[in-house]
């Protein structure tokens, strides 16, 4: 069995690690327009409009007028993209 001193580092260990996913998380957050996601693809904003049609990339979220993406929800896309055998449009 651990002894008390043990168990609280493992469980300071833990919390610290906890906040730094959490200021990971917040800060990969950050609002993507379509003209960047449009480059980080590799491809015209027009393609990413079709693509969204076509059901392949998901709606933008809206704040107003303002058309936009989580940061997040952009590199799970990038990364799909790169690690298929599809060639980018």
């Known amino acids: 069995m651990r002894n008390n001193s043990e168990h609280e580092l493992l469980q300071a ?3 610290e690690m906890q906040e730094l996913k ?3 998380r917040i800060k990969d957050e950050r609002r993507v ?3 960047e996601f449009a480059q980080r693809m590799n491809v015209t904003p027009a ?4 693509r969204i049609k076509e059901g392949v990339v ?3 979220l ?3 007028k303002l058309s936009y993406w ?6 799970s896309v990038v990364t799909q993209a790169l690690n298929s055998d599809k060639v980018a449009a």
């Open 33 to 35: 327009s379509v003209r």
């Open 13 to 15: 260990i833990y919390d």
């Open 58 to 60: 998901s709606e933008p």
């Open 47 to 50: 393609t990413i409009y079709n």
């Open 22 to 24: 959490k200021a990971v």
């Open 70 to 75: 989580l940061n997040s929800y952009v590199n």
């Open 62 to 64: 809206k704040d107003g």
